[in-house]
């Protein structure tokens, strides 16, 4: 399995932008669906949107569009999420995920491999 390493979080205003960073290990990278979730106190762990092995799909939950923004660099083994407009409601630990499947369909039961997460907090 794919080991990963998330970082960038922080503590923000509200309106801010924050940008994730997750390092994975092995040269194995590219043949991984990469997403991204998220859990505040209190509440289930939120799906908050993938990207393809190829990066040729993206998928965001509504919550999100238009402000965040996943990307990936194989060359680097790095999945990133630009985050936007920061609210205080985006406040959560936010995890990166893996699946290994060359399926453009993001489904996000398709992710088993886990990072340890980041804490993301915006002020209002």
């Known amino acids: 399995q794919v080991q990963l390493v998330e970082s960038g979080g922080g503590l923000v205003q509200a309106g801010a932008s924050l940008r994730l960073s997750c390092a994975a290990s092995?040269?194995?990278?590219?043949?991984?669906?990469m997403g991204w979730f998220r859990q505040a106190p209190g509440k289930e762990r939120e799906f908050v949107g993938g990207?393809?092995?190829?990066?040729?799909?993206?998928y965001y939950v509504d919550s999100v569009k238009g402000r965040f923004t996943i990307s990936r660099d194989n060359a680097k083994y790095t999945v990133y999420l630009q985050m936007n407009s920061l609210k205080p409601e985006d406040t959560a630990v936010y995890y990166c995920?893996?699946?290994?499947?060359?399926?453009?369909?993001?489904?996000?039961?398709?992710?088993?491999?886990w990072g340890q997460g980041t804490q993301v907090t915006v002020s209002s």
């Open positions: 990207i393809s092995w190829n990066g040729g799909s993206t």
């Open positions: 995920a893996a699946g290994r499947t060359y399926s453009q369909d993001l489904r996000p039961t398709l992710f088993d491999s």
């Open positions: 092995g040269r194995t990278f590219s043949r991984y669906a």
